[in-house]
């Protein structure tokens, strides 16, 4: 098989969902690519962030220069590259993705958003003309791409009823490869390392983190219920990979109660879930809910929203509430942080759960898919 995969993620500079899936998935694809020619397709937007590949795998680098490259790499360049290289399955990882003819297309599509109908993707940006523009252009290329893939691969199975449901695919034509947390996710017992991480944020002896994009309303009014001897005892801490959360982030950390971190690095994301009292995170929506596992795989007790994904990826190890409901939230949060049984019985379960999940895992599920795709 001659395959190549749309890794322009990895050379973007960028984070994210994408980003991460590649990071995970690619070293452990490869090296199981075997007799296999692997054709990987960045673009010079950014140094390429893989290095030390395996024999047989080869790297294209296409030319970026501003975001009119980008569209001029999705439609055309892209596609006379794989054609040039004879690629037989093209493997695009970020919800589109168009190949050369006499290819087998495999997409990724990691949720439902792109094929939701276009009132319902807009709705909330209406006064956003650049991201009507970009999420238009993103919803069209999803329709169009996911109609002509041979085969789709997604998250979870709860993301490939979803999907099913608004592109109209049979169910059959989309198969779930779980995610999973890296390998720096683990429970950090190192005093040193967890003491400067303290020291560096600040944080007191306890304390509840949650992150700050994720539904911050709920907790901000579930904490404003908790008993005073908890609510005095605990600090809330809000990180975010963006510098504006909601506004609930911001009346907490002036009411003096919680904290937030902006952007802290992903390395000392392990010591903050391993001195947590606890995890929060209930979300609205989520095709899969990655931080869910990385918390697990640190320690953390998890307290979560039935939303989505959530109960298949945390599969009986977190405490589950509605999404708007504080006094579940009130109920769970007194539970875990009143009661020390309690406290490690989820911590046991979630590290478990969390080593059920592996990227090699991933990987097999992924060539499975491959080869379906090329012997159609």
């Not at 993705?97 to 006499?102: E, H, N, S, V």
């Not at 979870?156 to 779980?178: C, M, N, Q």
């Not at 949060?333 to 590290?351: F, H, I, K, M």
Request: aromatic share 10%; charged share 20%.
């Amino acid at each position: 098989m001659r395959l190549g995969i749309d890794a322009r993620y990895l050379s973007h500079g960028l984070v994210g969902g994408v980003h991460t899936y590649l990071e995970h998935l690619l070293p452990p694809l490869l090296e199981q690519s075997g007799p296999h020619a692997v054709f990987l397709y960045a673009d010079t937007k950014r140094p390429f962030e893989l290095s030390s590949l395996p024999p047989g795998v080869v790297v294209r680098y296409l030319p970026y220069r501003n975001y009119l490259s980008k569209l001029i790499l999705d439609w055309i360049i892209l596609r006379k590259a794989m054609a040039a290289d004879r690629i037989e399955v093209a493997h695009f990882p970020a919800n589109y993705g168009f190949g050369p003819a006499g290819a087998r297309t495999v997409i990724t599509v990691h949720d439902q958003i792109n094929l939701l109908p276009w009132g319902r993707i807009i709705g909330g940006h209406a006064r956003e003309l650049s991201t009507i523009l970009k999420m238009t252009y993103l919803h069209l290329c999803t329709m169009a791409a996911v109609k002509r893939a041979e085969l789709l691969l997604t998250v979870s199975d709860y993301a490939r009823r979803e999907i099913a449901h608004f592109s109209g695919l049979p169910e059959e034509k989309i198969v779930t490869t779980y995610h999973a947390p890296g390998p720096g996710w683990q429970r950090v017992h190192d005093r040193t390392v967890l003491g400067e991480v303290r020291q560096r944020y600040g944080l007191p002896e306890r304390f509840v983190l949650a992150d700050g994009i994720k539904n911050p309303d709920v907790i901000v009014r579930a904490w404003r219920g908790l008993p005073p001897s908890l609510r005095d005892g605990y600090r809330m801490v809000f990180y975010s990979r963006r510098p504006d959360p909601p506004a609930a982030v911001f009346d907490a950390v002036r009411a003096g109660w919680a904290q937030l971190l902006i952007r802290p690095p992903r390395a000392d994301l392990p010591a903050l879930y391993s001195l947590a009292e606890a995890f929060v995170f209930p979300s609205l929506i989520e095709g899969f809910g990655l931080p869910l596992l990385e918390a697990m795989a640190c320690g953390a007790p998890v307290i979560a929203s039935t939303a989505g994904a959530i109960p298949e990826v945390t599969g009986g190890a977190a405490r589950l509430m509605d999404a708007a409901d504080e006094t579940a939230l009130v109920a769970h949060l007194v539970s875990v942080l009143d009661n020390a049984a309690e406290t490690l019985r989820l911590r046991q379960l979630g590290l478990a759960r969390a080593a059920s999940f592996s990227w090699q895992r991933t990987a097999q599920q992924t060539w499975a898919g491959y080869r379906r795709a090329w012997a159609a």
